[in-house]
């Protein structure tokens, strides 16, 4: 992969994983899908590290889903490949042998939801929404879901995928996708690993 839409980068114990496309507000492509899968490989690779952690460049968002640009090419379906790498990924995640932690600030919609949902504990500031706003336009977030519903309640789920409508850092603490809420921005560097 060589257009740098994700970095990726070892510090002592820790590998990180950023999405790099702040001006598309983070939003996945395949390139970024199969960086961040790469950095997942090279991670559990690599015996010194023992943390990955999963961030978004910028203040915008960590992720705002699929990118939109190529006018639906996001959502369409090679019936050769029921398996698309986004799935892929997400199942990637779950057979990780090694911790992984969100790092999330600005947005976390749609896809991004999903990239949240694929680490063990997330990190936000409190001014992040999140959200499953793709229903708004016909698409109904199964993938996301696969991982989503194990984690926050059933009523709230249905809710989110149902409506669409945007839920704050404090819903999405009291719902258990995050694992601590901070008071400065997320662009602040904190310590973690």
């Avoid at 932690?101 to 949240?116: D, K, W, Y």
Wanted: with cysteine.
């Amino acid at each position: 992969m060589t257009d740098n839409s994700v970095l990726l980068e070892k510090r002592g114990q820790a590998f990180w994983i950023t999405i790099n496309r702040p001006d598309k507000r983070n939003a996945l492509n395949a390139g970024v899908i199969a960086g961040i899968a790469k950095g997942y490989r090279e991670a559990h690779d690599d015996k010194d590290v023992r943390v990955i952690v999963l961030t978004g460049a910028g203040d915008k968002a960590f992720c705002a889903g699929a990118d939109l640009q190529n006018s639906g090419a996001a959502f369409s379906m090679d019936f050769s490949r029921p398996n698309v790498d986004y799935a892929d990924l997400l199942r990637l995640s779950q057979n990780a042998t090694k911790p992984a932690i969100a790092r999330v600030g600005g947005v976390c919609m749609a896809g991004g939801m999903g990239l949240l949902c694929m680490t063990d504990m997330a990190v936000a500031a409190e001014g992040v929404i999140f959200g499953l706003p793709e229903v708004k336009v016909g698409v109904f977030p199964m993938q996301v879901l696969s991982l989503l519903q194990s984690i926050a309640p059933a009523r709230l789920v249905n809710e989110w995928a149902l409506t669409g409508e945007p839920f704050d850092a404090a819903t999405a603490k009291a719902a258990g996708l995050l694992t601590t809420l901070c008071r400065q921005p997320s662009s602040t560097p904190r310590s973690i690993g």
